[in-house]
């Protein structure tokens, strides 16, 4: 209860501090709803009674409080743009060439859901701004840490109002690398054979790739990559670690890879698995 309502406390003051500041309506709202969920996400965390169900296979479900969550992302959205186009993960997935929709908002109501369902605090919550496939502003939350990044296109990109920059790593071989296995045999070969294809000794697959993008904007880790982002993965750190200094590849939300960090990694990264010629 302590750590919650400690979570809780500094929300509050970092959105205090964020109301103060000069952002767009739009990157305004995207704060303002992340903080509106991770609030009920808190509140949810503790419940000895969530609900899971299964999407498309026994490993890839999702919980009540993603549904909760979303519902919440959704109403704070259309609160202010009620015609709003809307690309979430859990109840309109689907959406028919979201990149050449004008005006579009791309949410991941819980991205780390296996790490909430176990009590682990490695999970975030994901609202972009996306206008005909460029992410516009964006905010991340991981609540259970408070830390919540942010970025709007041409402004830089923060970290509890503090600005965020990604390392000045040089060579992969000493690079704090980080993944995701994700939950099919095939994803999870490809990302092993690919880290084995760039010597590295250290890296980490931490269950969450939204906020372990957002780790790399920060300077936090120094590269990552994976094969199968769905664009609720891809809108948000795309525009974080661009406008912290790094550079990402494919930017296209909706395609599935994402290689993530400052120019010399990721160019050394395409260079030895040449993995652009795979594609």
Request: glycine content about 8%.
């Amino acid at each position: 209860m302590g750590d919650r309502q400690s979570a809780l406390e500094s929300l509050e003051v970092i959105m205090l501090d964020i109301e103060k500041e000069k952002f767009s309506e739009r990157m305004k709202t995207a704060i303002r709803a992340v903080k509106s969920a991770g609030l009920v996400v808190l509140e949810m965390k503790d419940s000895q009674k969530l609900v899971f169900s299964s999407k498309d296979g026994k490993h890839d479900f999702s919980t009540e409080a993603d549904l909760a969550s979303e519902r919440v992302i959704i109403e704070t959205v259309t609160s202010g743009y009620p015609n709003a186009s809307i690309l979430t993960e859990e109840s309109q997935p689907h959406l028919e060439n979201p990149n050449d929709v004008e005006e579009l908002w791309v949410i991941d109501p819980i991205d780390g859901t296996l790490n909430f369902k176990r009590g682990r605090g490695f999970f975030a919550i994901s609202v972009s701004y996306v206008e005909k496939g460029v992410p516009k502003a964006t905010a991340v939350l991981s609540p259970v840490n408070n830390k919540l990044y942010y970025a709007f296109k041409d402004g830089g990109a923060y970290l509890n109002g503090k600005k965020i920059e990604v390392s000045n790593q040089e060579g992969l071989v000493d690079a704090y690398v980080t993944t995701d296995t994700y939950f099919t045999p095939e994803v999870r070969k490809r990302h092993l054979d690919l880290l084995e294809q760039i010597g590295t000794p250290y890296f980490t697959a931490s269950g969450s790739g939204i906020l372990s993008v957002c780790e790399v904007a920060e300077g936090a880790t120094d590269f990552f990559f994976h094969t199968n982002f769905k664009p609720w993965d891809k809108a948000g750190p795309t525009i974080i670690v661009q406008e912290a200094g790094g550079v990402v590849v494919d930017t296209d939300i909706t395609s599935p890879m994402i290689i993530a960090g400052n120019k010399t990694l990721v160019n050394e990264f395409i260079r030895k698995t040449k993995i652009l010629e795979k594609k």
